[in-house]
């Protein structure tokens, strides 16, 4: 196989679950090949440089082998490979939301109690 489309290569990448996610993620900007933004239609070659944004991630990424049919996860991984500075900088970044505590969960909507507790705490004033 000498050239594939990038938005097929992402789907059997597994870097997406459909192909249409794949193309919005294109279109919208978080894609970029070889430094510059790209059309689903772009045909990659071996040894491209991938810039993948997925949430708060930001991949970089060297094409190492092409397809276009999706597989298990273990063969996916064997088309790619991320460089040493996307992952360091991934991580670095993972620790500085979890120390910065950005991501708080909530439980939900305020129970019995809780919305006792909020109307005595607006009324003490």
């Known amino acids: 196989m000498?050239?594939?489309?990038?938005?097929?290569?992402?789907?059997?990448?597994?870097?997406?679950?459909?192909?249409?996610?794949?193309?919005?993620?294109?279109?919208?900007?978080?894609?970029?090949?070889?430094?510059?933004?790209?059309?689903?239609?772009?045909?990659?070659?071996?040894?491209?440089?991938?810039?993948?944004?997925?949430?708060?991630?930001?991949?970089t990424i060297i094409v190492k082998a092409l397809s276009d049919q999706r597989k298990g996860a273990p063969e996916a991984q064997l088309l790619y490979e991320e460089t040493v500075e996307s992952i360091a900088k991934r991580q670095m970044t993972a620790e500085q939301r979890r120390a910065a505590g950005q991501h708080v969960a909530s439980k939900g909507r305020p129970n019995k109690r809780d919305r006792r507790l909020i109307h005595e705490f607006r009324n003490k004033n």
Do not use: C, M, Y
């Open 2 to 59: 000498s050239k594939v489309r990038v938005d097929k290569w992402l789907w059997a990448a597994r870097f997406f679950k459909t192909r249409a996610k794949s193309r919005q993620a294109i279109d919208g900007g978080k894609v970029h090949v070889n430094g510059r933004r790209t059309k689903p239609s772009k045909e990659l070659d071996l040894n491209d440089q991938l810039k993948i944004r997925q949430g708060f991630d930001e991949k």
